[in-house]
């Protein structure tokens, strides 16, 4: 049996697609588990033990990619992403197709309304509910990231040792999920003795971080913004204490260790369905009550009325005092 499973973008969307692929292989032993992605996130599947192809949407070829796909004779076909583009895909293949229900109606009401009618279920659970008719049920082993084989950074090189150092993720897709250098700073401040590891990816996250060290008397800060692959992200993140970070995919990527995550919320909610998917002893997830949140279900450029009070207003103390030891 063939099965196509699609999500074409991005980082954290991708990892939390793990469960499934490995739901499917275990509980369909005869499935060759094919993945569909765009050619820059096709990394985050290479390294996969369950996924046997990785095809890759490359420049919006939808034509040349749609003829390729056709040729492996699917049997099913697995959309976890659900939108014109993949349903044109799915419609041009002769095969069974399964999806999830995104509660978009719902996600419209709470950020244009307030009114709040989302279930309290995560969006690896709805993806679940989907397969319900193929018989696919969740194994609550949660996400997985696959680390390729012998993979090794010399972290005494970064003069870094293993669980004694936090992560702060300063990237994120949408400037409104971005931990702001007031934010930062006062972290710093409160964490003084602790060593920091900073990652990011781009010409504004390596700004960014030489801007609050230049005006940080913290001593151990260490700076691997845009110096580090996914992959090298991803076995930083691994063996750190604890991540502190935004809504992003290195959120999801730390869901897959055995570490702790530090969510700081900024216009999107965990009631979307998206935050890190690991035990609740791991996760803290910190959100500022404002009348105007949630404001986006994505994330924004900018801050719509202008003063981004629900980054800038977190109450630090209260984080760091409930810091896990």
Not at 307 to 313: D, P, R
Request: aromatic content about 10%.
């Amino acid at each position: 049996m063939k099965v196509l499973i699609i999500r074409l973008s991005s980082i954290g969307d991708i990892v939390l697609t793990s469960p499934v692929i490995r739901c499917i292989k275990n509980q369909l032993p005869n499935a060759e588990i094919h993945f569909l992605t765009k050619e820059n996130y096709s990394s985050l599947i290479a390294h996969n033990p369950h996924v046997y192809k990785v095809h890759e949407l490359k420049d919006n070829d939808f034509k040349g990619l749609i003829n390729d796909l056709n040729k492996e004779k699917y049997d099913i076909v697995i959309d976890l992403h659900k939108n014109l583009r993949t349903y044109r895909i799915k419609r041009a293949l002769n095969a069974q197709w399964y999806t999830f229900n995104k509660l978009n109606f719902k996600k419209w009401l709470f950020v244009n309304f307030k009114i709040d009618l989302l279930p309290n279920v995560h969006i690896i659970d709805r993806y679940f509910e989907g397969l319900k008719s193929l018989q696919i049920s969740n194994d609550n082993q949660g996400v997985e990231y696959h680390i390729p084989d012998q993979f090794h950074i010399d972290l005494d090189s970064y003069n870094l040792k293993k669980n004694q150092y936090y992560v702060i993720s300063l990237g994120a897709t949408y400037f409104t999920k971005q931990i702001p250098n007031n934010i930062l700073m006062s972290l710093f401040k409160r964490l003084k003795n602790t060593t920091i590891v900073l990652i990011g990816a781009g010409k504004a996250d390596i700004k960014k971080a030489e801007t609050i060290i230049i005006n940080s008397e913290h001593k151990k800060i260490i700076n691997l913004c845009n110096k580090l692959s996914i992959d090298e992200s991803a076995y930083v993140i691994k063996h750190a204490k604890t991540i502190i970070t935004g809504d992003t995919g290195m959120m999801h990527i730390a869901s897959s260790f055995d570490l702790n995550i530090v969510t700081l919320w900024g216009n999107t909610h965990p009631k979307f369905g998206m935050y890190a998917y690991a035990s609740a002893d791991r996760i803290q997830n910190h959100l500022v009550d404002i009348p105007c949140h949630p404001c986006s279900k994505l994330g924004s450029n900018e801050c719509p009325r202008g003063h981004f009070n629900c980054m800038k207003t977190h109450d630090i103390p209260n984080i760091v005092k409930n810091l896990p030891e």
